[in-house]
């Protein structure tokens, strides 16, 4: 069954793509689909990309919904242990 959920989000930060470059990224795209490339049913997709830079400036992650649970955890776990200052 495909949810056809999607969410999107402006982001600022880098990744490293194809070749092991870093480049900017501007957009994360978030849906819960059938994955491309991973072994399951379904997985949390998300894609980081710049748009401007076109389609191989793209990084993909695809988790089963346990592991983006526990990364979900990690982020809020590893954003709440820094100073206010630095995540204002």
């Excluded at 490293?16 to 470059?21: E, Q, T």
């Excluded at 695809?62 to 954003?79: D, F, G, K, Q, V």
Aim: charged residues 15%; hydrophobic residues 50%.
């Amino acid at each position: 069954m495909c949810t056809y959920a999607t969410e999107h989000a402006d982001v600022s930060g880098s990744a490293k793509g194809p070749g092991g470059a870093w480049f900017h990224v501007t957009d994360a795209t978030v849906y819960f689909d059938h994955p491309v490339h991973a072994l399951a049913e379904h997985t949390l997709n998300i894609d980081l990309a710049d748009p401007s830079r076109g389609p191989s400036a793209r990084v993909g992650i695809e988790l089963t919904a346990a592991s983006a649970r526990a990364l979900m955890a990690a982020i809020a776990a590893a954003l709440d242990s820094a100073p206010a200052a630095l995540t204002a």
